[in-house]
């Protein structure tokens, strides 16, 4: 009964996505911590770089942990996944625009 | 496969997509979180910023230890594919205590926070920054639950096809919140730290 | 010991208490039917413990009446109330009763009838049209459910104990915030909807991998039954704008109990980021609530046209354009709020655009029926009221998106006639043409022809008195949820006849009332004996009238759209195939338990009773993770079950 998973024919993670996945993200981590912490860029770089690592960062995890689009279910993943990740964008880039043009023509 | 091991398949397969689709959407909560947080990270009303209140290197910490309970995470479902219990549980139970450290971290810097006065209701900015953050720490505290329920479970009935799905889902959300963190550490903590 | 609740909590005022005891009535009556013809293990085993898609869309169509019928009686009190109070006379109704009563209205209508309608037609329908014998978190689904109806029953308890919010269906801060609000009633609007807004969410993951993954073999995406796109559509809608209510009410909820200041109008707060969010989620909403009305009309008109429905592929594309396009188009509820030309400009453009997959779909619609063999039964006469109907608010949708234009009539009976024409002509009328349609399938006898008709125009003449002299208030100034003007602005006449509107369509429920009693007592003669009463073309049709509880005994295949329409025509019999153990979930009662810790939940932390809040809590904590961890949730129908069951057919 224990062995009805490992025997059957599906999909398997391996040791390496787990190893690769874990110091890719440390050092991603370190990176933009010592970006800020040792000031070796200003402002919008700055700002623009470690938005970048994060964004590489989270990549690296979807890949290596979460296995995004390996899976038998992977079709339907990846396109739920990207319409929320366009609802995001909307919501959050769309918000901060019309708010940004609410507190100026509203004063606040 | 028996036809009844084929459906048990399918089970597993519709539980996984039907939990990923609601890891969607709980993206989508967390966003309207974080584009409240973009919008109010100025509003300090006189009290503390971001840049005087946080610390980048106690953010850190936190940061690695999550990131480390995400690996050890992905171990202990290596070795639930591989239906080795004790190796699983071994690794599920250093998850759960990098766990806890993470919840201890966060809770230490929030009652820090409070005692200073900069509570969640000192402004716009502190009262987004509790709510963001502390949303995440509800998760974690949930995932924290559902592993030491799955632990108990699978120690006393072993890893079947009908619990397998249960862990699954439970590395899927912590993983996931991991992920999220990610976005937490950049964009409030360090982006705070550099702008405040 | 308990927090804010008293004895003064219960309702004094008389209109109030006299409905609060109706309804209180009406349920102990239900009761003592339920002990008296000793159905109390009927009821149980039947009905609230089962995970059946067809049971549970019964009872969300039973919910949504009574919600319905809340809901008109009260527009028939504001309508009264408008009619009547000008100038010396201030009408029947107080000021702060008249807010809780178009709060009540708006907040019933859109979530509980609304969603109900949503969510009761993809129960009954989904499962049988794609060919699956079940959904696929059947336990997710009853949760979902029972959630709706604590919902509904927390709104109604505010009748009796305490008071609805005043603040309208969406309660703006800083008036909903504690400084201006700190009764009850926010509270219960808040906690009202979020515990709906759970469960709709649950429901729609359920739905949205149902039909992902369900479908029968063979059955493509391209060759799923429109309603099933529709469906599709307004699910991804949901999943994906449902969460953001849920956080923003939240945050509105910390602002009120934990003195927070996300929205306040001091402190750093934002009221406008409120209305920003809300709006977020409440665009998308109004899709969710329409989609599938249009799903609906689909099938009956290509069924009442004989037809194939025109341009498929096309009706696909405008679902999809309209889903896409339904999340850049909120600001369009609040231009006037002040962001300025730039940000009015792109999402006046965008709700424009939002127009033209919508009049494909109308237009296919229309020639659907061109060369058809159209068949005016009464789900047909719903569908030409809409096709006028829907088109009118359309239409002045359209108008009001011209940003200098909504200037104008922002927050005027204008906009309230305009979404009143969407809702009714779309939702409703999409809802009552899906209920006289599909009841021979669930009941197993057809609904009264001629009743039917009587109620179809006593609603369309009453929406068109009730709701065309509303645009003309607007543009004349009138503004929305007033309770009292002047003679000199000269409203009145037509403040009348849409009071004499709302009683013509009353007139109409009491038809469709009476068809339903006279179609029960009729019921023998009016027998569906074939499972397929109006020559249909989807699969649901192929099975019996009501069919067996695992809707079909073999899975069926399909190669091409309509493709029952296909099976009769070809009069092709399938090749007789081998029965199978069939996989079925068992009853649980844990869906109703864990909406009841809920509901204990949400009432205590209205009432601010926190140790009772604290047990709701952890009580649906604990009984989510016992059923969770149960392994013993499902069974296996044999196969000599099955062809008892067959045979008896």
């Given at each position: 009964m224990?062995?009805?998973?490992?025997?059957?024919?599906?999909?398997?993670?391996?040791?390496?996505?787990?190893?690769?996945?874990?110091?890719?993200?440390?050092?991603?981590?370190?990176?933009?911590?010592?970006?800020?912490?040792?000031?070796?860029?200003?402002?919008?770089?700055?700002v623009a770089s470690i938005a970048f690592l994060a964004v590489l960062q989270i990549v690296v995890q979807l890949l290596f942990f979460l296995h995004l689009g390996k899976d038998e279910n992977a079709y339907w993943d990846l396109h739920v996944f990207f319409f929320m990740l366009s609802v995001v964008l909307v919501l959050v880039f769309g918000s901060i625009w019309i708010m940004y043009h609410l507190n100026y023509s509203m004063k606040i | 496969m028996t036809e009844h091991a084929e459906i048990q398949r399918e089970v597993h397969s519709k539980t996984v997509l039907g939990f990923w689709v609601y890891v969607m959407t709980d993206c989508v909560l967390f966003a309207t979180l974080f584009a409240t947080y973009a919008v109010l990270h100025g509003n300090t009303f006189g009290g503390p910023s971001a840049k005087e209140l946080f610390s980048a290197s106690f953010a850190l910490g936190e940061t690695l230890i999550l990131l480390t309970s995400s690996f050890t995470c992905g171990l202990a479902m290596l070795a639930a594919y591989r239906a080795k219990k004790e190796q699983m549980l071994a690794w599920f139970g250093i998850t759960f205590l990098l766990g806890c450290a993470f919840l201890g971290m966060e809770l230490h810097e929030f009652s820090d926070f409070v005692k200073e006065g900069n509570s969640w209701q000192r402004s716009g900015f502190l009262s987004s920054f509790f709510t963001l953050v502390g949303t995440h720490g509800v998760h974690i505290t949930c995932g924290l639950i559902w592993m030491a329920v799955m632990m108990i479970q699978v120690g006393i009935r072993g890893i079947k096809p009908v619990n397998f799905k249960r862990l699954a889902c439970l590395s899927l959300f912590w993983h996931f919140l991991d992920v999220v963190w990610i976005l937490i550490f950049t964009i409030v903590y360090l982006m705070g730290v550099v702008n405040g | 010991m308990f927090g804010k609740l008293g004895l003064d909590s219960f309702t004094r005022n008389p209109i109030e208490f006299g409905a609060g005891i109706s309804m209180v009535m009406a349920a102990l009556a239900a009761i003592s039917f339920l002990f008296y013809f000793k159905r109390w293990k009927w009821l149980g085993k039947e009905w609230l413990t089962s995970l059946d898609p067809k049971k549970i869309g019964v009872m969300y169509v039973v919910v949504t009446a009574i919600m319905l019928f809340k809901g008109l009686i009260d527009a028939v009190m504001m309508r009264a109330q408008q009619a009547v109070s000008v100038g010396d006379s201030y009408g029947y109704l107080a000021s702060d009763h008249f807010q809780q009563i178009f709060s009540a209205h708006g907040a019933t209508m859109i979530f509980f009838v609304g969603m109900g309608v949503v969510f009761g037609m993809m129960n009954l329908i989904i499962p049988l049209q794609i060919g699956a014998r079940d959904v696929a978190f059947p336990f997710l689904n009853s949760l979902g459910f029972w959630l709706f109806a604590v919902g509904a029953l927390l709104l109604n308890i505010s009748l009796i104990i305490g008071e609805f919010s005043g603040a309208g269906w969406l309660g703006y801060p800083p008036l909903t915030s504690m400084e201006y609000n700190p009764g009850v009633g926010v509270d219960y609007w808040i906690w009202t909807l979020q515990v709906a807004g759970v469960g709709s969410l649950i429901s729609g993951i359920n739905f949205l991998v149902t039909i992902l993954k369900m479908?029968?073999?063979?059955?493509?995406?391209?060759?799923?039954?429109?309603?099933?796109?529709?469906?599709?559509?307004?699910?991804?809608?949901?999943?994906?704008?449902?969460?953001?209510?849920?956080?923003?009410?939240?945050?509105?909820?910390?602002?009120?109990?934990?003195?927070?200041?996300?929205?306040?109008a001091s402190f750093g707060g934002n009221p406008m980021m409120f209305v920003n969010l809300i709006w977020a989620w409440g665009h998308p909403e109004v899709y969710i609530l329409i989609f599938p009305a249009f799903g609906i009309f689909s099938e009956i008109v290509a069924t009442f046209s004989r037809k194939y429905l025109f341009g498929y592929v096309s009706m696909v594309w405008a679902l999809a354009a309209i889903t896409a396009l339904s999340f850049i188009v909120w600001l369009h509820h609040f231009f006037t709020m002040g962001s300025g030309a730039s940000v009015n400009a792109f999402f006046g453009i965008m709700t424009m655009l939002i127009a033209v997959p919508t009049g494909v779909k109308m237009f296919n619609w229309i020639f659907t029926m061109v060369r058809g063999k159209v068949y005016l039964a009464t789900p047909m006469l719903w569908f030409l009221g809409f096709a006028s109907n829907f088109t009118i608010g359309g239409m002045t949708g359209v108008l009001m998106s011209v940003p200098a234009v909504d200037f104008q009539v922002h927050n005027s009976l204008f906009l309230i006639a305009h979404f009143h024409s969407v809702i009714i002509g779309g939702v409703l009328f999409g809802f009552f043409a899906g209920f006289t349609y599909w009841f021979p399938k669930f009941f197993g006898f057809k609904l009264n022809e001629k009743l039917g008709r009587y109620a179809f125009w006593y609603w369309m003449i009453g929406f068109l008195a009730a709701f065309m002299p509303l645009y003309v208030l607007g543009l004349m100034g009138a503004t929305r949820r007033l309770d009292h003007y002047d003679h000199a602005s000269g409203w009145q006449p037509l403040y009348v006849l849409a009071a004499v509107g709302v009683l013509l369509i009353m007139i109409g429920v009491a038809f469709q009332v009476l068809q339903i009693i006279i179609s029960i007592r009729d019921r023998k003669k009016n027998l569906d004996t074939t499972g397929d009463p109006w020559d249909g073309r989807t699969l649901e049709w192929s099975t019996t009238s009501p069919p067996p509880f695992y809707n079909f005994a073999i899975t069926p295949e399909v190669n091409e759209r309509d493709p029952f329409w296909i099976k009769k025509q070809s009069g092709r019999e399938q090749a007789k195939k081998e029965y199978k153990d069939i996989h079925m979930p068992k009853n649980t009662p844990m869906g109703l338990f864990i909406a009841g810790c809920a509901l204990i939940f949400s009432f205590s932390m209205i009432w601010q009773i926190f140790w009772l809040a604290g047990v709701g809590a952890l009580g649906a904590l604990v009984l989510l993770i016992i059923h969770l961890s149960d392994d013993d949730t499902d069974y296996y129908v044999t196969v000599s079950e099955i062809e008892q069951i067959e045979n008896r057919i």
């Open positions: 224990d062995n009805d998973i490992s025997k059957q024919e599906r999909w398997q993670p391996s040791l390496k996505s787990y190893i690769v996945g874990f110091i890719l993200s440390i050092v991603l981590t370190l990176a933009a911590y010592f970006l800020v912490v040792e000031h070796m860029l200003t402002g919008l770089a700055l | - | 479908r029968c073999p063979g059955m493509t995406l391209m060759k799923m039954p429109i309603f099933v796109w529709s469906c599709l559509c307004c699910l991804i809608l949901i999943i994906f704008a449902f969460p953001i209510l849920t956080a923003t009410l939240a945050m509105l909820s910390l602002d009120r109990f934990l003195g927070m200041h996300f929205f306040s």
